[in-house]
């Protein structure tokens, strides 16, 4: 990575295990495309004030050349994302599924068959579709 990756704590207390984890993702992230040139990771807590426990949320905007990649993964209504680890894991596999459809673009593969464009149709002299 061309930048040190940068993890952000959003009204939380800095948590140095949260911090090794999100680094040690990040790193993962790099063994599937090397070419990734900065990373910021906000962690954060945005409805702290519900009575029935806290959600965490996790965002992450990946610098790669020609694009920048931002997953914003939070479930209001996923009460597993009461614990930082779980919204994490599921964060940077949202974050892996999406950098690995970018490589795909980039090789010049579908990542999903099903969207594929239609084909112009062809037309006779009359305008009508040849089949």
């Keep these: 990575m061309q930048t040190q990756p940068q993890v952000t704590?959003?009204?939380?207390?800095?948590?140095e295990a949260v911090r090794d984890g999100v680094l040690e993702q990040i790193e993962?992230?790099?063994r599937i495309y090397g070419?990734?040139?900065?990373?910021?990771?906000?962690?954060?807590?945005?409805?702290?004030?519900?009575?029935?426990?806290?959600?965490y949320s996790i965002r992450i905007d990946?610098?790669?050349p020609g694009a920048e990649l931002v997953i914003n993964h939070s479930h209001p209504l996923d009460h597993a994302h009461e614990d930082v680890y779980v919204a994490m894991r599921d964060s940077f596999l949202a974050?892996?599924?999406r950098l690995e459809d970018h490589v795909r673009?980039?090789?010049?593969m579908e990542s999903?068959?099903?969207?594929?464009?239609p084909r112009a149709a062809r037309l006779d002299g009359d305008g009508e579709e040849i089949r």
């Design 9 to 15: 704590f959003d009204d939380l207390p800095v948590d």
């Design 28 to 30: 993962s992230l790099e």
């Design 35 to 55: 070419r990734i040139t900065g990373c910021h990771v906000v962690v954060a807590q945005p409805h702290r004030r519900q009575r029935e426990g806290r959600l």
């Design 62 to 64: 990946l610098l790669v």
């Design 95 to 97: 974050a892996r599924r």
């Design 105 to 108: 673009h980039l090789r010049g």
């Design 112 to 117: 999903h068959p099903s969207r594929r464009q």
